[in-house]
């Protein structure tokens, strides 16, 4: 069954260096969403995309963040300057054709700010 | 504010049990979904609902548009139901609550 892969499972990262996550959301899905899970909390929505663009973004994804699809198969999320409060579990997800479809998670990075 | 609210945060039940996890929204959706979040951390969508009801297996969720309620029952309960419950709704932004957690006791 096809899943949603994310790389790498664990990034630890020194306060103000930059990251990038990766996801190969499955390969016939269009919408692509961005969320992370702060230890003990909810989870939160950052970012979706689809067509090539951002089609929503939480009030969270600021200017720090950003995020690509490069080529057909990755999408990635770009932090710069990391704080510390940026550590978290980040989940990529996919859907097929609309927003409101079922979305498949991936098994999430947890990035850790030192 | 939480737009999206579960109840209850904890549940601890006997095998073969009938349980009820409730969820509650304020914002207009278009969509709301269930979700298992297991020890380990990872996510699987268990239904995605805009009106009606939904069965697969032994899990069946509802959901009443004019309350802006859902509920997630799982019939005759099993150890491996351990997780954690999420309900999520698709409105102008993606909410989630903040779970229930549920351990089934053998």
């Known amino acids: 069954e096809p899943e949603v892969t994310q790389t790498p499972s664990h990034q630890v990262t020194q306060m103000g260096q930059e990251v990038i996550l990766r996801c190969v959301p499955i390969?016939?899905?269009?919408?692509f969403y961005w969320y992370r899970q702060i230890l003990g909390q909810k989870v939160e929505f950052l970012v979706s995309?689809?067509?090539?663009?951002?089609?929503?973004k939480s009030e969270i994804f600021d200017d720090q963040f950003s995020v690509e699809r490069p080529d057909g198969s990755n999408f990635t999320l770009k932090i710069r300057s990391t704080k510390l409060e940026d550590s978290a579990m980040y989940f990529c997800?996919?859907?097929?054709?609309?927003?409101?479809?079922?979305?498949?998670f991936g098994p999430g990075t947890r990035l850790t700010v030192l | 504010k939480n737009e999206v609210e579960q109840s209850p945060q904890n549940l601890t039940a006997q095998e073969g049990e009938f349980i009820t996890i409730n969820c509650s929204y304020s914002?207009?959706?278009?969509?709301l979904h269930w979700l298992q979040q297991h020890p380990g951390g990872g996510i699987v969508s268990l239904f995605m609902l805009s009106s009606g009801k939904k069965k697969h297996g032994r899990l069946i969720a509802t959901i009443n548009i004019q309350e802006k309620h859902s509920s997630l029952h799982i019939t005759a309960s099993h150890p491996r139901d351990s997780a954690v419950y999420i309900c999520a709704v698709t409105g102008n932004q993606f909410y989630f609550g903040t779970g229930t957690s549920l351990t089934v006791i053998p």
């Open positions: 390969s016939n899905h269009l919408y």
């Open positions: 997800a996919s859907s097929e054709e609309a927003r409101t479809d079922t979305q498949y």
């Open positions: 914002v207009g959706i278009s969509a």
């Open positions: 995309f689809y067509n090539n663009e951002i089609s929503e």
